[in-house]
């Protein structure tokens, strides 16, 4: 009923898809009368569009359907599951699958449990289980037939060569067993291998009797023994002749190998003066770099002291170009009564000469060491300061004088009047550098 519902519903849209089409082209295409003024005899001048016309689709606008895609619509159907089929029993089967979580049961056990309440009695799980089963199969036997008949074939091969070898094995056997048996029956015609295997010995005395002691004279005696010593001659000779063939052949394998060993020893000569030769080669291109590398060291030490200098100045002269604004302002404000006592150094010339110490010490320390010799420094005594004027270092009192051996480089001849370490006293106290800033 419900496919014979769906049907005029789908064609009534249809229709009223082509009416309403119809209709919008109607309206797209008929001019409207309000667009164009007519006046008499004077030419028909028509107006511009009012400003927000609704725009409106020309009839047929929608992209038609391909014949050859999937039919979504069919899909959805299949897949789309309103109400449940008759004979379903929903809750039944939500306890089967809550008494099988976290265990482990055959496909086959899980469709026997679940049929019952089904609409179909698992029809529909069998024939899908059915079907994924055929697919495994297929699969397997198109891997694993290749795979057996890959290894039969290897069998089959090694059968044939075997009952082969036997095969050539079985003949010469009995080439040589029919060659032997021409033999016997040569030297014996009637010779009968069947009372040879029963007597044996018995039948060989009456095939072959053995003569009666019979009385030789010297003669021939001699004749024999001179006939034994020919014939161990032509074995020797015949030996002598064989070791001799046999010792060229052995003498023109060494020579051969002689050969190929003075070729190899040297191809292994020239390889290794190849090799030599690369080495001393790469020997000169790393002394090379090296060399490069220790100018371009000396370089950056080089550049990095002057740019260290440069920003050094420029510290002093800012310094000294604050201070003496500082001092100037005191001057213009009113402040003529000079202190009777001596002006100390101010602490802005005691930094920027240490800090000028430091720096021309430690660009003669690395350029000393970049040129592989020792720092050419000598001794120079300086004492330090009584007091402070941080109130934390002279809370106790001035302390004992004492003297301390600070380096000083050999750059410099003229002697500089040291004054406090800024780590020690000045202005900012026992503040470390890192607090300066």
């Not at 007519?38 to 929608?62: D, F, H, M, N, R």
């Not at 809550?98 to 026997?112: A, F, M, R």
């Amino acid at each position: 009923m419900s496919k014979v519902t769906k049907n005029p519903s789908k064609s009534t849209r249809n229709s009223s898809a082509r009416s309403t089409g119809s209709s919008a082209t109607a309206r797209h295409i008929r001019p409207k009368s309000s667009n164009v003024k007519s006046t008499g005899s004077k030419q028909s001048i028509p107006e511009k569009p009012k400003k927000g016309l609704e725009w409106t689709l020309p009839a047929y606008s929608v992209c038609p359907k391909s014949k050859g895609g999937l039919n979504w619509e069919a899909i959805q159907k299949k897949m789309t599951r309103r109400n449940a089929p008759e004979g379903e029993d929903i809750k039944q089967i939500k306890v089967v699958l809550k008494e099988l979580v976290n265990k482990k049961i055959p496909v086959h056990d899980y469709i026997t449990l679940i049929s019952p309440y089904t609409a179909d009695n698992g029809t529909e799980l069998r024939s899908v289980f059915t079907e994924d089963i055929q697919t495994f199969q297929r699969m397997v036997k198109k891997v694993y037939d290749t795979m057996t008949q890959d290894v039969s074939d290897v069998l089959m091969n090694d059968q044939v060569a075997a009952v082969q070898f036997y095969q050539e094995r079985y003949d010469l056997m009995m080439d040589k067993m029919m060659r032997a048996i021409n033999e016997i029956y040569s030297m014996a015609p009637e010779f009968d291998f069947e009372k040879y295997y029963q007597l044996k010995s018995d039948y060989l005395e009456t095939i072959f009797p053995l003569p009666e002691k019979v009385e030789h004279d010297t003669d021939t005696l001699e004749m024999r023994k001179r006939q034994e010593a020919y014939h161990r001659l032509q074995w020797l000779r015949n030996e002598g002749e064989r070791m001799s063939e046999e010792n060229k052949r052995l003498q023109a394998r060494l020579n051969l190998l002689k050969n190929q060993q003075e070729i190899e020893q040297i191809a292994a000569q020239e390889v290794q003066a190849v090799v030599e030769a690369q080495r001393i080669e790469l020997e000169k291109a790393e002394n090379k770099m090296r060399d490069q590398l220790d100018q371009l060291n000396e370089d950056v030490e080089r550049s990095i002291i002057e740019s260290e200098d440069q920003e050094v100045r420029s510290k002093n002269d800012t310094y000294l170009v604050d201070a003496t604004t500082a001092r100037a302002k005191e001057d213009t404000l009113g402040k003529k009564n000079k202190p009777s006592q001596k002006q100390r150094e101010g602490w802005v010339n005691n930094t920027a000469r240490e800090m000028e110490t430091t720096f021309t010490k430690e660009a003669v320390a690395s350029e000393s060491t970049a040129r592989g010799r020792p720092p050419n420094l000598r001794k120079m005594r300086k004492k330090d300061p009584d007091h402070s004027y941080h109130p934390a270092a002279t809370a106790a009192g001035p302390s004992a004088p004492r003297d301390t051996i600070i380096e000083r480089s050999t750059v410099t001849n003229r002697k500089r009047r040291t004054g406090p370490t800024p780590s020690q006293s000045g202005r900012r106290g026992l503040a470390t550098r890192d607090a300066w800033r």
